[in-house]
């Protein structure tokens, strides 16, 4: 089997002697130890000639997603793909049940010269790049707090790499900024594909009432305001619960209510409950938001700047990833 596969040594868990285990245990693999985006493309150009047909990616959600769009952009069938859990968050990597990384690799090494179990995901795509998810709101300014708290944490960065400094970041920087701020952006949600669904109380998939194209189907404040196809966001927070609800549609949440209130519901939100007051759920092929007020936005859990408008439609491709539960059950490491 010709595997690749590829280590981000910016990581939470990247390192030099990851490089060296996957060397020792898939002794015939393509391995590159990147730091930078552009060492990364780099490395895609020389797969071109040659591409895999199992990589195995160590690192977080934004490693991965950039990965996927430098595959794409350079015209590279996407192979089948094993997340080794590297990152922050590894909304994917908890997903698709990965072990720790030592683990993985022994597992691979393990079932031999066939591709292991796979999963088929959907993409959400946005301005020409692919995602698991993507969104604007508190989770966008969340994830740029975190990552502005690590870069001024110095002596102190190991320790506020994990849940804790992302919680942390949120209660010391997020919240008070919008507690003490112009609140909630208002949106306008227009459905641009197919007509949309909806989950009713029960858990129930509903048609929209006209919900056809074109059709106006949210329009109020917006705490967050996004789109997935994958249930995590990371650290096991079920921001999209109903992600894979419904074959073939983006998942689609906004959340309409104040600071306040969320915080005061973030365990309810953080295990997925539904039914939640001011929550709405649609299923759609496309839509557009449209924002009173400029707002951040992320892909995959890398901020990509400010919006106004942006539109969400379901990728064509869809990416394989290894599905690390069916392994374990086949192989003993």
Do not use: C
Not at 289 to 298: A, G, K, L, S
């Amino acid at each position: 089997m010709n595997i690749a596969v590829l280590v981000n040594l910016r990581a939470r868990k990247g390192t030099e002697g990851m490089g060296g285990l996957v060397r020792d245990l898939l002794p015939r693999a393509r391995v590159a130890l990147t730091r930078s985006l552009e060492e990364a493309r780099e490395w895609v150009d020389q797969l071109r000639h040659d591409p895999p047909s199992l990589l195995l990616a160590g690192g977080g959600d934004g490693t991965i997603t950039g990965l996927l769009n430098e595959l794409r952009s350079q015209g590279v069938a996407l192979p089948a793909i094993g997340v080794l859990p590297l990152g922050t968050g590894n909304a994917w990597a908890r997903v698709t049940g990965a072990p720790r990384p030592h683990v993985a690799l022994k597992q691979i090494a393990a079932y031999g010269e066939r591709l292991p179990p796979l999963r088929p995901f959907s993409l959400v795509r946005v301005e020409g790049r692919v995602a698991p998810f993507a969104g604007t709101g508190w989770d966008a300014e969340m994830i740029q707090d975190f990552k502005n708290q690590l870069a001024s944490a110095g002596p102190l960065k190991k320790s506020q790499s994990g849940l804790r400094g992302y919680l942390g970041a949120m209660f010391t920087r997020t919240v008070p900024r919008h507690l003490f701020g112009e609140g909630n952006p208002n949106v306008s949600v227009y459905n641009l594909g197919a007509s949309a669904l909806t989950v009713d109380a029960t858990g129930a998939v509903r048609p929209v009432p006209n919900g056809g194209t074109g059709q106006l189907l949210y329009q109020g404040p917006a705490g967050v305001a996004g789109a997935a196809t994958t249930p995590e966001w990371g650290f096991g927070f079920k921001a999209f619960p109903f992600a894979q609800a419904v074959p073939h549609r983006l998942s689609v949440r906004v959340y309409g209510a104040g600071v306040m209130e969320a915080t005061r519901n973030m365990f309810r939100l953080w295990r997925g409950e539904h039914p939640m007051p001011r929550m709405h759920d649609f299923f759609v092929e496309r839509l557009r938001m449209d924002f009173d007020r400029e707002v951040p936005f992320q892909m995959g859990g890398d901020v990509l700047g400010m919006r106004r408008s942006l539109e969400f439609d379901l990728a064509e491709e869809n990416v394989q990833l290894v599905d690390w539960r069916r392994l374990g059950r086949l192989v003993a490491v």
